[in-house]
């Protein structure tokens, strides 16, 4: 399965996290798994010509074109021309190559959360009229249309996140490899439910703090983040601290937040991104699923209940308070 | 006289083009033109100013933690914050971990490859360097990534995860390192340690940072040949390709940085410019940097700016202009960045021999990112071990609601500078004057081409497939980072 990557209106954070990947050896992994790289703007030898060629190639379908990849969002601007990314040495605008080559591709894959929905590209008023590749924010449309559907049937799988996690790519283009991948396999913002089925809740570390509403006050406290530094860890959709990050890490493990990258509009929360919205003192952004009386009678018992332990450690950038050793056996 | 317009690069950060002026074999002019425009200055104003942590390591994916501590850097000038020791420590080592991957990424991924090419099948030195360093299928892919991986798992510890971390505040770092945690990143830094002085320099980093001169650099060489390691592979290509005359500067004789790595009021190396055709270090000062918009799609005051005053208005029907890029000038003058300029400034005697021999070139950019890792690597086991669990890691202060504030750090590729405004508890401006900004600079209203644009006049041009291959290793040799250059 051949795989062409190209880069617009982001980071090249996504290639640079992939690159991360805690594999022995990356190239391995992907011939390994039927992963031919035709061509990759970080990795490939080939540059200017023969690359265009190759494009043209594609799209002439003179050559097969399995896996279309796109990292950044298609910037539309200024004024529908497209002017704000021309694919150098082409003069032509990288939202035209993107179109012409979707059509011809059997899967096409949005590798980052600018790709998917415009990301932070978008923000603010959004100068380069930047979209995703199927969304414009969290609306169907963007740049080729909710009617779009590759080569395969599918429409285009969304690997949100700002940046990706290693492990989300690689799964990806392995599940599509190995043809085991289907409508049913995307949720509904197209993001692959493997990863896309969890909240960053799941495993936070700083969970019994949540338990007992034991807050962080400023950075650096071990407590949960949600109260008071913006942390959207139970709303959010990823399996961030199910699967660690560069060996052992993961944002609220990072001392800050979870932003909720993998979001369509995570760039423009509509407040300081480390800062809770409250009204009434209770956080307006509470857990997915559960209803706002619960919430607030439970936070009131668990506040009430917090062992003396959680609730200073929670202030602290290092545990203060150890738990107490107790036998567990039934003597 | 003919005209070619090259493009797209790879292998470079970003999308890059490069227009050139062939006559007789060889570059008579060259234009360089960055050719994405994002907007993230635009995006800036009005926001929360500590937003600005969790937009700007958005702008680059390579060089994500070096944008946040130059905004970390101008929050805390605003706002007057110093962080703890614990806290300095733990920021220089985000820092150097991101720049150190970054100099390993573009040695064994982005510049080394382009001499596996079949062009050069045939030369005396390529069996071992094309099975060593070809793209994607070289062992050089296959073991220089993972080593690359388990550094950067130090971010993982320090940092949550790479890029895009928030744990780089204007107070020092949001997360504090436990004693077992310090531990486990003294013995990431010792395996990478072993990995280059294995692999990449067949010596200790200490014996490769005392190389002194240029004569020091060619005996080190010779005393075990290029079996020696990858470093030694690409002297022995170097000096066979005479890489020393290739991409040279030759009106940019002068060499910025901002200084890196501050601890207790001071940068581990030198803040300055180094004029090389003087032999004299001269100050920098944020005031001293002017960006002209004259060749840039963009509006606003012909006369250049100073950062503070600095506009960025998309103009894609300006005539006269080839590039989304400012050009940044120092005291008015053409200046490049990166390792060589960094360690020359800070007065390293084979960084400072190198830069006397024969400027900034092909050679001496790549010698001296190999020298940093040789320099910076013992810093880091140093700074791991000054950390003091249980001491604080992050001081808070508020942010007022009028400031302005300068951050001026060294990325890998260079001197990267945000200029910050705060009005009414709000972004006013925010300005970014990013490394390769300095190095692939388009022309200014004077018509002086920029360090790139200068630095490709007088290269032989044999067509290779379109793209010559000289002019791929004068362009990969800055590390351009495009992604950064316009933001």
């Given at each position: 399965m051949n795989v062409l990557w190209l880069q617009s209106g982001g980071c090249g954070g996504c290639t640079m996290s992939l690159l991360c990947?805690?594999?022995?050896?990356l190239m391995a992994t992907l011939a390994d798994g039927?992963?031919?790289?035709?061509?990759?703007?970080?990795?490939?030898e080939a540059s200017g010509a023969a690359v265009v060629d190759l494009l043209e190639a594609c799209i002439a379908g003179a050559q097969p074109l399995d896996v279309l990849c796109v990292e950044g969002a298609l910037l539309r601007g200024p004024r529908g021309s497209?002017?704000?990314?021309?694919?150098a040495g082409t003069g032509r605008p990288m939202i035209e190559w993107v179109a012409a080559l979707a059509a011809r591709a059997r899967y096409t894959v949005a590798v980052g959360t600018c790709a998917a929905y415009g990301g932070v590209t978008a923000a603010a008023f959004n100068p380069t009229d930047a979209c995703g590749l199927q969304y414009d924010g969290d609306t169907?449309?963007?740049?080729?249309?909710?009617?779009y559907r590759s080569?395969?049937?599918?429409p285009v799988i969304n690997v949100a996140?700002?940046?990706?996690h290693p492990g989300w790519v690689i799964e990806t283009l392995m599940a599509l490899a190995l043809g085991?991948?289907?409508?049913?396999?995307?949720?509904?913002?197209?993001?692959?439910?493997?990863?896309?089925?969890?909240?960053?809740?799941?495993?936070?570390?700083?969970n019994e703090f949540y338990e007992f509403k034991a807050?962080?006050?400023?950075?650096?406290?071990?407590?949960?983040?949600?109260?008071?530094?913006?942390?959207?860890g139970t709303q959010a959709h990823a399996d961030c601290n199910q699967r660690p990050w560069n060996g052992a890490g993961s944002c609220t493990n990072g001392?800050?937040?979870?932003?909720?990258?993998?979001?369509?509009?995570?760039?423009?929360?509509?407040?300081?991104?480390?800062r809770t919205p409250k009204i009434g003192g209770i956080?307006?952004?509470?857990?997915?699923?559960?209803?706002k009386a619960w919430f607030v009678a439970l936070a009131a018992l668990s506040k009430s209940a917090t062992p003396q332990r959680v609730r200073a450690n929670a202030?602290?950038?290092?545990?203060?308070v150890t738990p107490a050793i107790r036998h567990t056996g039934l003597k | 006289m003919s005209r070619s317009i090259l493009g797209p690069?790879?292998?470079?950060?970003g999308d890059l083009e490069v227009s050139l002026d062939v006559e007789d074999g060889r570059v008579r002019a060259a234009w360089v033109n960055?050719?994405?425009?994002?907007g993230f200055e635009q995006i800036l104003?009005?926001?929360?100013?500590?937003d600005a942590l969790a937009l700007v390591?958005?702008?680059?994916?390579?060089c994500s933690v070096s944008q946040s501590a130059a905004a970390a850097a101008a929050l805390a000038d605003a706002s007057g914050v110093v962080a703890p020791p614990n806290g300095a420590r733990a920021c220089n080592l985000m820092l150097a971990a991101e720049n150190l991957a970054d100099h390993f990424t573009h040695f064994?991924?982005?510049?080394?490859?382009d001499f596996a090419r079949?062009?050069?099948?045939?030369?005396?030195?390529f069996g071992p360097v094309e099975a060593r360093?070809?793209?994607?299928?070289?062992s050089a892919a296959a073991e220089a990534l993972p080593a690359r991986a388990r550094f950067l798992q130090l971010m993982g510890t320090?940092?949550?995860?790479?890029?895009?971390?928030?744990?780089?505040a204007p107070g020092g770092s949001t997360r504090a390192i436990l004693p077992a945690e310090r531990v486990r990143l003294l013995a990431l830094l010792r395996e990478f340690r072993g990995w280059l002085e294995r692999?990449?320099?067949?010596?200790a980093l200490e014996a490769v940072g005392a190389l002194d001169s240029v004569d020091a650099l060619w005996a080190w060489l010779d005393?075990?040949?290029?079996?020696?390691?990858d470093m030694a592979r690409f002297l022995e290509l170097a000096r066979a390709l005479d890489?020393?005359?290739?991409?040279?500067?030759p009106d940019a004789g002068r060499y910025l940085s901002?200084?890196?790595?501050?601890?207790d009021g001071a940068p581990l190396f030198a803040r300055g410019v180094w004029d090389a055709a003087a032999g004299r270090l001269d100050a920098m000062d944020a005031d001293d940097v002017r960006e002209d918009i004259?060749?840039?799609w963009l509006g606003g005051s012909a006369e250049a700016q100073p950062p503070f005053a600095g506009e960025t208005q998309p103009d894609?029907?300006?005539?006269?202009a080839y590039t989304w890029c400012k050009a940044p000038r120092w005291r008015g003058q053409v200046v490049q960045t990166g390792a060589l300029a960094r360690q020359a400034v800070d007065g390293h005697p084979l960084a400072r021999a190198l830069v006397a021999d024969g400027g900034g070139n092909v050679l001496s950019r790549v010698v001296a990112r190999l020298l940093e890792l040789a320099r910076v690597v013992p810093q880091m086991e140093r700074w791991v071990r000054e950390i003091v669990p249980g001491e604080p890691f992050f001081a808070a202060a508020p942010m007022p609601d009028a400031a302005r504030g300068v951050g001026l750090v060294e990325a890998a590729r260079g001197a990267l500078g945000h200029w910050l405004v705060v009005r009414n508890g709000r972004i006013h401006n925010y300005q970014i004057v990013a490394p390769t900004t300095w190095n692939f600079s388009p022309r200014d209203a004077a018509g002086t081409p920029g360090a790139l644009e200068q630095a490709l006049v007088g290269t032989a041009v044999e067509d290779t497939a379109g793209m010559p291959l000289a002019v791929q290793h004068v362009v990969r040799s800055f590390d351009p980072c495009m992604v950064c250059t316009v933001h």
């Open positions: 990947a805690d594999t022995p050896n039927d992963i031919d790289l035709l061509w990759h703007p970080s990795l490939s497209g002017r704000f990314h021309v694919l169907v449309g963007g740049l080729l249309g909710g009617a080569g395969a049937g599918l996140g700002c940046p990706t085991d991948f289907d409508a049913g396999a995307l949720d509904a913002l197209g993001r692959p439910r493997f990863y896309a089925d969890h909240l960053v809740h799941h495993g936070c570390a700083r807050s962080a006050e400023k950075p650096s406290d071990l407590g949960c983040l949600m109260e008071h530094l913006g942390c959207k001392g800050y937040a979870c932003i909720s990258c993998t979001e369509p509009g995570f760039e423009e929360p509509g407040h300081p991104f480390a956080p307006i952004g509470l857990p997915s699923d559960m209803p202030t602290s950038d290092h545990p203060v | 690069f790879n292998r470079v950060e960055s050719p994405l425009y994002r104003q009005g926001k929360a100013p500590e390591p958005r702008i680059c994916g390579i064994y991924l982005f510049f080394m490859p079949e062009a050069y099948a045939g030369a005396p030195w360093f070809k793209a994607i299928h070289g320090l940092a949550g995860k790479w890029p895009h971390t928030l744990s780089m692999h990449l320099f067949g010596d005393a075990r040949g290029p079996e020696r390691g890489l020393a005359a290739l991409g040279r500067s901002h200084g890196a790595y501050p601890l004259s060749h840039a894609a029907d300006k005539p006269g």
